[in-house]
């Protein structure tokens, strides 16, 4: 899906994890890049047709990166930077998604 | 009550970092919030980090990207308190700006705000682009300036705009090139914009750097389809293709990911909450707001710089910056009018030049009328799911702007806001009576503009309690 263009000599890896599985990612890394990178792209479903969406602009617009981080809803992944432990889930449903 | 800063800046990209640069030196305290961790802006993005630890992302994002470690270290060495990872929420009309910063919210005030928040690229709202595996050519730079991240497999890139062709160029240099880009651009277009060739060789420079990219793309063997038409993404859950008419014929490419990009709109939203004057720019087929020649907005106190006045790129919004703060100076107290008329001057002459190159690039990629009025099917409400339909039938009723649309079929009231769909509702709108988008206006925007924890409001509520600031 996404691959790095090079080992991040200076980067230091960050381990979290995301439906329960363990992503390694590297420091500064978005969650939304980190999952894009880990083969990841779709991380919410909408809350009225209930279906799958990826992020879309990256750059904190179109909140189709929404994610629940350690229980907190409606994240959004593309502006979240990843930290160790983190546990990430799909968001679905309707519950908050609204501003 | 006493101002914090003579000068909160909002947004650090080149608009915001010339301005808090030059700010600093006339001796104003100046406050350069932005919600990313690191400053640059959506061009620079991630130049600190970039470079030495990464030389094959920094190869591939070329000598363009390189400018902003200038302005970045520019910043840096300034007497600027630059707060990064700073989410602007709300600004009120006695300047106080309210922001989320580590967990907490905070308020600050400042006798002026300069609004540097800059652009975001135009939704393109064609069949399918909700699917996953369709993301904005902008989205995938983004990964490539902060996390070195190529696509792999089958990219198609589609749509119109310099950054189409330079992100293009971007991945052949990394060594991943696009398994094809389709353009909108109708043929008839190169004829129209020829008209304004002569003012844009003014600012030649970027000519030439549009038949570089070109050439880039054809020397590594992409397939370029030109005069591309009726663009639909297909697939089920995931995209897999790219649909669209060329030459009069039906077309599909094979894609693992489709990005698509139709150019680059003001974001609105803080100089829409402020209540600020907006006028429909024609030329640009977007909303921006009314500024005068220092880039004061109708706000007593509040000014505009960079792509979040009117689109005119990067060079385009250092100077902004620039001349935006010798307004500012003056107003304050700073610089005599003598005084800002000269120091303005240069940067003024410059933005002038650099500009010059705008009416042809806004002819060549004016949106085509698919992506402005899209068929009836398209969703265009991302976050609601309210099609173009559905829009267009509350038109037919009566709904005479997107406001009323907004309580009919509560487009624009998801979590984004409608930053998405806003642009295109306008459209559709103003297509369906006969109007135009300046005619029926704008959603209404409110604070918070983003969402806020519920730990973040109650905090807020005590310090306004306990009168703290
Ligand atoms: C995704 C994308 C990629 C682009 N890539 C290129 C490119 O490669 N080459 C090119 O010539 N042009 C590019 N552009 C065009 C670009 O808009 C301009 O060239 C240039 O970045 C404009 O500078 P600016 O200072 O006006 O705004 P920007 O550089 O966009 O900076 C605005 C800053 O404001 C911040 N901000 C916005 N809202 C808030 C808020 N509420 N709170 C806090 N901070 C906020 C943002 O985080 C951002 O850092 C790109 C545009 C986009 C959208
Ligand atoms: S991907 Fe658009 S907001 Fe995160």
Redesign the interface.
């Known amino acids: 899906?996404?691959?790095?263009?090079?080992e991040?000599?200076?980067?230091a890896p960050v381990r979290f994890r995301f439906e329960g599985r363990e992503i390694e990612a590297?420091e500064?890394?978005?969650l939304a890049?980190?999952l894009?990178?880990a083969g990841a792209?779709?991380l919410r479903d909408?809350p009225?047709?209930g279906?799958?969406?990826?992020?879309?602009?990256?750059?904190?617009?179109?909140?189709?990166c929404?994610v629940e981080v350690d229980g907190?809803k409606?994240c959004?992944a593309?502006?979240t930077?990843v930290e160790p432990g983190m546990e990430v889930r799909r968001q679905t449903g309707g519950d908050g998604?609204?501003? | 009550m006493t101002a914090d800063y003579d000068l909160a800046i909002i947004g650090a990209g080149p608009a915001g970092l010339a301005a808090a640069g030059l700010a600093a030196e006339l001796g104003l305290t100046v406050a350069l919030l932005d919600?990313q961790?690191r400053p640059g802006g959506?061009i620079y993005r991630?130049i600190e980090?970039v470079g030495?630890?990464?030389?094959?992302?920094a190869k591939?994002l070329g000598p363009d990207y390189e400018r902003g470690r200038g302005l970045v270290d520019a910043m840096r060495a300034a007497r600027v308190d630059y707060l990064p990872g700073a989410?602007v929420w709300n600004v009120s009309r006695e300047l106080a700006v309210n922001f989320s910063r580590q967990g907490g919210s905070r308020e600050i005030r400042a006798r002026h705000v300069l609004v540097a928040t800059g652009a975001?690229?135009r939704p393109v709202p064609v069949p399918g682009w909700?699917r996953?595996?369709?993301?904005?050519v902008?989205?995938l730079q983004?990964?490539?300036k902060?996390?070195?991240?190529?696509?792999?497999?089958r990219v198609v890139l589609a749509g119109s705009g310099p950054l189409l062709l330079l992100l293009a160029s971007q991945y052949v240099e990394?060594?991943a090139p696009p398994a094809a880009v389709v353009e909108t651009v109708p043929r008839a277009r190169y004829v129209e914009a020829l008209a304004h060739l002569p003012k844009a060789l003014r600012a030649a420079g970027y000519l030439a750097k549009g038949v570089r990219l070109m050439r880039t793309l054809a020397r590594a063997g992409v397939p370029v389809y030109r005069g591309a038409s009726d663009l639909s993404v297909e697939g089920g859950?995931?995209a897999t293709g790219l649909a669209f008419r060329q030459g009069g014929r039906e077309r599909r490419v094979e894609a693992?990911?489709v990005a698509l990009h139709q150019g680059v709109v003001p974001n609105q939203q803080i100089t829409r909450l402020l209540g600020c004057n907006h006028v429909f720019d024609d030329g640009q087929r977007c909303f921006r707001p009314v500024l005068d020649d220092w880039f004061a907005t109708s706000l007593d106190g509040v000014s505009v710089a960079g792509d979040g006045g009117g689109i005119g790129g990067a060079v385009a919004a250092e100077h902004a910056g620039r001349v935006a703060v010798c307004g500012i100076a003056h107003r304050l107290g700073a610089l005599s009018e003598p005084e800002r008329d000269a120091r303005a001057a240069p940067s003024r002459a410059a933005l002038d030049r650099d500009l010059a190159v705008r009416p042809f690039l806004e002819t060549l990629y004016r949106p085509p009328r698919e992506v402005l009025e899209p068929a009836d099917d398209v969703l265009v409400c991302?976050?609601?799911?309210v099609t173009a339909g559905a829009v267009r039938g509350a038109a037919a009723l009566g709904c005479p702007g997107p406001n009323q649309a907004k309580s009919f079929l509560r487009c624009g009231?998801?979590?984004?806001?409608g930053?998405?769909c806003g642009p295109v509702v306008s459209e559709i709108i103003a297509d369906a009576l006969g109007s135009d988008p300046g005619a029926v206006g704008y959603y209404r925007i409110r604070p918070?503009l983003?969402?806020l924890?519920l730990g973040e409001l109650a905090a807020l509520d005590t310090d306004t309690e306990s009168g703290a600031a």
Do not use: H, W
Not at chain 1, 1 to 6: A, G, K
Not at chain 2, 413 to 417: A, R, S, V
């Open positions: 899906m996404f691959r790095r263009l090079e991040d000599a200076g980067r590297y500064g890394d978005t890049a980190a894009a990178a792209l779709s909408t009225v047709s279906a799958p969406r990826a992020p879309y602009c990256m750059m904190g617009v179109c909140f189709d929404l907190r409606n959004q593309c502006m930077v998604a609204e501003a | 919600e961790e959506q991630a980090t030495a630890s990464r030389p094959l992302a591939a989410v975001m690229e909700t996953p595996g369709v993301m904005t902008g989205a983004i990964m490539l902060t996390s070195g991240l190529v696509a792999d497999g990394a060594g859950e995931r693992d990911l991302r976050c609601e799911e009231m998801g979590p984004c806001q930053r998405v918070p983003k969402p924890t």
